[in-house]
């Protein structure tokens, strides 16, 4: 009852959402055979749209035809090319200019607007629902900030401001944590958060919600029926980190892949397997640089289109169904992401996204690595066009003083080139061993 009350109150305010994730669900329902029909001409009508009315695709894809033939998208042409990717007919006061540190450490800006989030969120929404998840149940975020929508959800706001705090706390089908921070008393709040709001789903980064379950499982604190399912993102998610959140909060844990420039990339299914949104991306697995890495097309942004884009994670293509009945094709991931946390003398511990988010919006830095030498000393490594100025060093050093450790001391170094691992994956933070 209280669900499809929910499901109303929050279908109210998003009616493109929820029309976005109407027709995902048709798609859903098609026949493989039909829906990679409908990929194929998805993937050549944005290329079509790309070179008649981007920039950079104008030029760069002329005369080529055939899809293999085009050249790859990289994070570097992103950063440097980044008004020639914007389609010439983008309304300029409708755009707005998102970040992302990037899983490879290489910070890049994109153009997005509401048609975009929105469908990025219809597609979270789909993919929850192959847990069994429906819309209007309980969702807990564990995410750098807060939740794009929280904010301009049901709740915030002109419509929200008409219901009392207490009646829409009950309502609210969302709720998100800041969990790029975190220590044994956050970890005890957030656990009590969990068992008062019973959520349905739980949704964060591997690191923290497998901290979570170990803080869980070591307090022997029950967590609520309610639970179905718990989903990681942003990071690889390895055997023991899945064990330990099925242990711990009593359901099943399902990855997610994609990225924010290109979000919904694939889900998992409750029978395990990573299912690739074929309406929704055009994914391939090309051999660079010794390893099998990703290729995604986007085939839904116009606005900025990404094609052959070369995301920097690993892995592969997948013949076969799934005994799901899903007729989304499969993948598996590589070893990619992998990342390391920052702790504190104090028993804080911070979230690679926390650093990411301190370099947004800085222009000229090419690659960059977080390097913890010390309890109370982080080198940033920097391959960038010029030094940083007096003032973004103060404030880097003031926001990590504040925020992380009192006396931390920062050193930048200027590098013509960070190495990688020996597996070729870059490490963009370094945690003290």
């Known amino acids: ?142 995410w750098g900030a807060r939740h794009d929508t929280v904010k ?70 029950p967590m609520p029926k309610s639970l179905i399912g718990v989903y990681s993102t942003a990071e690889m998610l390895d055997d023991s980190q899945r064990e330990a959140m099925q242990q711990a909060f009593g359901c099943k844990v399902f990855n997610q892949y994609g990225c924010r420039e290109v979000p919904n990339i694939a889900w998992e299914c409750r029978h395990g397997r990573m299912h690739i949104f074929a309406d929704l991306v055009h994914l391939e697995s090309a051999r660079i640089e010794g390893e099998d890495r990703f290729l995604v097309t986007s085939l839904t942004n116009r606005l900025m289109p990404f094609i052959r884009y070369d995301i920097g994670d690993s892995g592969r293509l997948l013949e076969g169904e799934c005994e799901c009945g899903s007729p989304f094709p499969l993948m598996e991931m590589g070893m990619c992401r992998q990342n390391d946390l920052i702790r504190t003398r104090a028993g804080k511990t911070f979230h690679p996204a926390y650093f990411n988010r301190l370099l947004y919006g800085l222009a000229g830095i090419r690659q960059y690595q977080w390097v913890q030498e010390a309890p109370d000393q982080l080198v940033l490594n920097l391959v960038a066009a010029a030094p940083l100025g007096t003032e973004t060093l103060v404030r880097l050093r003031t926001r990590l003083q504040r925020e992380v450790e009192a006396g931390m001391r920062l050193e930048v170094r200027y590098l013509d080139d960070i190495p990688r691992t020996a597996s070729g994956k870059h490490r963009f933070v370094i945690g003290l061993r």
């Open 1 to 142: 009852m209280l669900a499809s009350l929910r499901y109303r109150l929050h279908r109210h305010p998003f009616p493109e959402r929820y029309a976005r994730l109407d027709e995902l669900l048709r798609n859903q329902a098609l026949s493989r055979e039909a829906l990679l029909d409908k990929q194929r001409r998805d993937l050549a009508a944005i290329i079509a749209h790309a070179v008649g009315n981007v920039p950079y695709y104008t030029e760069r894809f002329a005369g080529l035809t055939a899809t293999q033939d085009l050249p790859i998208l990289g994070k570097t042409a992103v950063r440097e090319r980044l008004d020639d990717l914007l389609a010439r007919d983008a309304d300029r006061s409708q755009v707005k200019l998102g970040h992302t540190g990037g899983s490879t450490g290489q910070p890049l800006a994109f153009w997005y607007d509401v048609a975009k989030h929105e469908l990025m969120r219809a597609g979270m929404m789909r993919g929850f629902m192959m847990s069994g998840w429906r819309p209007g149940q309980k969702v807990l975020y564990f």
């Open 152 to 221: 301009g959800g049901v709740f915030g706001g002109g419509w929200g401001a008409h219901w009392s705090a207490r009646w829409g706390d009950l309502i609210a089908a969302e709720k998100t944590i800041a969990a790029v921070e975190y220590s044994e008393a956050s970890l005890s709040t957030w656990a009590r958060t969990i068992q008062a709001w019973r959520p349905t789903l739980l949704y964060g980064y591997a690191s923290a919600m497998s901290e979570l379950a170990r803080h869980v499982i070591t307090s022997r604190l």
